[in-house]
């Protein structure tokens, strides 16, 4: 079974720096795009990065643009976000996710079908 | 970006009921929209695919519609493990926003 596993979590104090690991299983990882999804406590989901099968293409939701970065290595199956200039704001339980995807026609369809169980990021004095 | 609005952000059910959940972009996504059930403490779970496609594994009770701007999440007889938040998600373009989520709760 396709498995995703994050780890590197834990408390920052704010300007501080954490790397987050996801270490996939049971799937072919350099044949999908993966994602990082966030979840402040008590708060929704949001979209924070991705990151094409080959690394060549990624996007940022804006409030994070330049302070964290996504990279993978296709070697040891695994995603990877980097986060520096940590604020406040940051402190969520971040999820990998795998994003499948599918075309029909002129249209390619995607979504998250499989998720970690995540992994908490405090950022506090 | 793309703005995502789910209605309502909770409601109160009995089991059996039929339930209802909307979500509209602030702009045109075809049918690049997919739902997902969260569970408190777990991982989103996704249940519907490109508007209306049932991922494997999931209920028929669920059920997706639409296209455009308006798309609908319904669950036709709820059950006592469907009490959860439920998340629309567009694909169109990135980012790929989430709504706010509709909380289903006794």
């Known amino acids: 079974e396709v498995q995703l596993v994050e780890s590197g979590g834990g408390l920052v104090q704010p300007g501080g720096s954490l790397r987050l690991s996801c270490a996939a299983s049971?799937?072919?990882?350099?044949?999908?795009?993966m994602s990082w999804v966030r979840q402040a406590p008590g708060k929704g989901l949001e979209w924070v990065a991705n990151i094409k099968q080959d690394g060549s293409e990624k996007n940022y939701v804006a409030s994070v643009k330049g302070r964290l970065t996504v990279s993978r290595d296709n070697a040891k199956s695994s995603l990877y976000l980097q986060m520096n200039s940590l604020r406040a704001e940051d402190t969520a339980v971040y999820y990998c996710?795998?994003?499948?995807?599918?075309?029909?026609?002129?249209?390619?369809?995607?979504?998250?079908?499989?998720w970690g169980l995540g992994t908490l990021v405090t950022v506090s004095s | 970006d793309i703005q995502m609005t789910q209605s309502p952000s909770s409601l109160s059910a009995s089991v059996g009921d039929r339930v209802t959940i909307t979500c509209r972009a602030s702009?045109?996504?075809?049918?690049?929209l997919n739902w997902y059930q969260q569970k408190v403490g777990k991982a989103p779970k996704l249940l519907i695919h490109a508007a209306s496609n049932l991922q494997s594994g999931v209920p028929s009770r669920f059920s997706g519609s639409g296209s455009g701007t308006d798309f609908t999440l319904t669950i036709s007889s709820l059950q006592p493990e469907d009490f959860a938040t439920y998340y629309c998600q567009q694909s169109h373009i990135a980012p790929r926003t989430f709504g706010q989520g509709t909380k289903v709760e006794i």
């Open positions: 996710a795998r994003e499948e995807g599918y075309c029909s026609g002129h249209d390619c369809y995607f979504y998250f079908d499989y």
């Open positions: 702009q045109s996504i075809s049918r690049f």
């Open positions: 049971e799937f072919t990882f350099n044949n999908y795009w």
